[in-house]
């Protein structure tokens, strides 16, 4: 089956420096990736969709200069939070899909700490 | 615009017994409509899924969800819980795979011995 890898699992960084996370979808090619963030105890909320090649499209109230994100190539969308504070604490997940081929598979997400 | 309602924030059920989780949507065209779990700290894993045909879907782990289109629901329901099945459910609602979700509040599952 279709399988999107997110890396890193866990990431600790200290106020002010940036983390790049990547997801990449491991046996499809995904023409669109979306990027969720999740506060706990809280559901989904979706910052952007990126598809392959294109700028990413950012949802109303996203800061597309804090929130980076790439979609460079078919298996590989990045997602880079820059000058992190604590308030950027959370839990991101991504997912993909391949337009046509129902295939939307997410991955098991990134929880970000910033100290 | 697309909005999707899960009445009960948390559920506790006592292992063995039924269970049925509450989704309501809003959807202006006929929605994909699909139940997510969530174990705690890990990303999200597709119950089932429901596009057009049958309104009653079969999932994994011995969940289904019956379409109401009168009643614009979705409900997951499943008939003897098991501890495993403690976790977050989310019940989404999508035009379709190529476009992004919106998703429920969710309802925290607790089981007990």
């Known amino acids: 089956g279709a399988v999107v890898s997110q890396h890193p699992s866990r990431v600790i960084c200290k106020s002010g420096t940036s983390v790049k996370i990547e997801c990449r979808s491991l046996d499809f090619q995904a023409t669109t990736m979306f990027w969720y963030r999740q506060f706990p105890k809280q559901s989904l909320m979706l910052m952007a969709t990126?598809?392959?090649?294109?700028?990413?499209?950012?949802e109303q109230g996203v800061e597309k200069d804090k929130f980076l994100i790439n979609h460079a190539s078919l298996t590989l969308s990045t997602l880079t939070v820059t000058s992190a504070h604590p308030e950027d604490s959370s839990f991101y997940i991504c997912?993909?899909?391949?337009?046509?081929?129902?295939?939307?598979?997410f991955g098991a997400g990134s929880r970000l700490t910033v100290l | 615009a697309q909005s999707v309602t899960q009445p009960d924030i948390h559920i506790t059920v006592s292992e063995g017994a039924s269970l049925e989780l509450r989704c309501n949507y809003s959807y202006g065209a006929t929605p994909y409509l699909f139940w997510y779990v969530q174990s705690p700290g890990q990303g999200l894993q597709l119950l089932l899924k429901y596009f057009s045909g049958d309104t009653l879907v079969q999932g994994i782990k011995g969940f289904e969800a019956e379409f109401k289109r009168s009643q614009s629901s979705f409900n997951l329901r499943k008939p003897s819980v098991h501890w495993s099945d403690a976790a977050e459910y989310f019940c989404?609602?999508?035009?379709?795979?190529?476009?992004?979700?919106?998703f429920g509040p969710g309802t925290r599952l607790s089981v007990l011995p």
């Open positions: 989404a609602v999508g035009a379709d795979y190529g476009q992004n979700f919106v």
């Open positions: 990126s598809n392959e090649g294109s700028k990413a499209t950012y």
């Open positions: 997912s993909a899909t391949l337009t046509g081929a129902n295939v939307l598979t």
